[in-house]
């Protein structure tokens, strides 16, 4: 017990300096959400989410991560649509080593036909914009208590100009009696270069979030979320989730984030069949931006 007061300490901490640095906001693809199943949720299970994607937003999550009875490895591709053309890819996995859970993953965005004016007029031509993170983490479970982390290397292309950084994620899971589960996680804590001389400053968050787990009859369950976020740009985005789960074939979700600029209600749904499971999300956003859509596609081997 002494051991994880001293890890929320540091989590709090560590988190609380971060907010306090000064500069513009860069890498703004960590922030940005990437599995169909959490987006459908309206991101309101990132803090306990047992997808590969947990190395970005609750690294203790590896360690719940689901497998098949092979080689005890989860693949995962996911893209997603988002505003002005905006593309989201990620590859993760996440496998289990004797006590030991670990996961990996690419992640890439990308904003073309960004246009380029040096003087009034028509634009002289385009240019896009991209991003690159590659990030490991590794996860133990200690009875009831799981606990994470993880770190980042990110690059970040705008025109001609770059910026490189690192970045680390901490986060606690806990499961207090059956199908409960309560998570709390600190992440993108870290710094990178200059960019056109301009300091930038990552997205440091810090997230909180729980579910419950009940079964309804037969072969349906229900998974009630409840999540919080908080991002260095300011404002907190909490938001409510559920999934109707037939027989481990048929998942249905909803969602609804309150305080966002973007976005509100969220949908999705996931089919499982042997190996495989396809998850899709559908978000409406605000501002006349259209929508964005995400697929993901994973392989339990």
Known sequence: MKSLCLFFAFLFLATSSAFSQAGSAGFQILRLGYSARDLSLASSADAITNEPI?????????????????????????????????????????????????????LLSNVPDMQIRTTPGDPQGTFSAKDFVFAAGAARRFGKVDVGVSAMYLYEKLFVYESTGYAFNAGVKYSPVENVELGVSAGNLG??????????????????????????????????????????????????????NYNNLIRFR??????????????????NYQFLRFDYSYVPMKLDFGNSQTFTLSFYL
Not at 55 to 83: C, F, K, Q, W
Not at 213 to 227: P, V
């Open 54 to 106: 947990a190395i970005y937003t609750n690294p203790a999550g590896l360690t719940s991560a689901e497998h098949s009875d092979g080689i005890g490895l989860n693949v995962m591709l996911t893209h997603r649509t988002y505003i002005a053309g905006t593309t989201v890819d990620m590859f993760g996995t996440s496998f289990e080593a004797g006590t030991m859970s670990f996961g990996t993953s690419l």
């Open 191 to 244: 710094s990178s270069s200059a960019m056109i001389s301009e300091k930038i400053t990552l997205p440091v968050f810090l997230r909180l979030g729980g579910s419950y787990t009940k079964s309804i009859g037969g072969n349906f369950d229900l998974t009630g979320f409840a999540g919080a976020a908080t991002f260095k740009s300011g404002g907190i985005t909490p938001a409510v989730g559920a999934e109707l």
């Open 254 to 271: 909803a969602g609804y984030a309150s305080g966002s600029e973007m976005t509100g209600f969220s949908f999705g749904a996931g089919v």
